[in-house]
Nanobody
Framework: QVQLVESGGGLVQPGGSLRLSCATSGFIFDFYAVGWFRQAPGREREGVACISGTSGGDGSAWYAGPVRGRFTITKDNTNDTVILQMNSLKPEDTAVYYC?????????????????WGQGTQVTVSS
């Protein structure tokens, strides 16, 4: 079955960096779009970044406004892993970060467009 496992979260000071990984299994990686989402306490889950499937698509990426220019999403097709590199972190980036997958070559930051979800990893940005 489809499995997504996030790792790489932790505590970091403002201005620092973290690299999140989403290890995937149980599906043909090239045919799926993968997104990163986050949920802070008391807030709804929101899209952060997504990358389309590369088979039949262009592997394009899309970012939410608050993270554009600071976060980068990439696909490692050798290891079926999606990376979220987060730089210049701010306290407002503190949240549980989830990766999600959906068959297709499109890009979406809408939680309703994704079927498969990981369990999440905590990111805390604080001095």
């Amino acid at each position: 079955q489809v499995q997504l496992v996030e790792s790489g979260g932790g505590l970091v000071q403002p201005g620092g960096s973290l690299r999140l990984s989403c290890a995937t299994s149980g599906f043909i990686f090239d045919f799926y779009a993968v997104g990163w989402f986050r949920q802070a306490p008391g807030r709804e889950r929101e899209g952060v970044a997504c990358i389309s499937g590369t088979s039949g698509g262009d592997g394009s990426a899309w970012y939410a406004g608050p993270v554009r220019g600071r976060f980068t999403i990439t696909k490692d097709n050798t290891n079926d892993t999606v990376i979220l590199q987060m730089n210049s972190l701010k306290p407002e980036d503190t949240a549980v970060y989830y990766c999600a997958a959906e068959p297709g070559t499109g890009t979406s930051l809408n939680t309703n467009d994704y079927t498969y979800w990981g369990q999440g990893t905590q990111v805390t940005v604080s001095s």
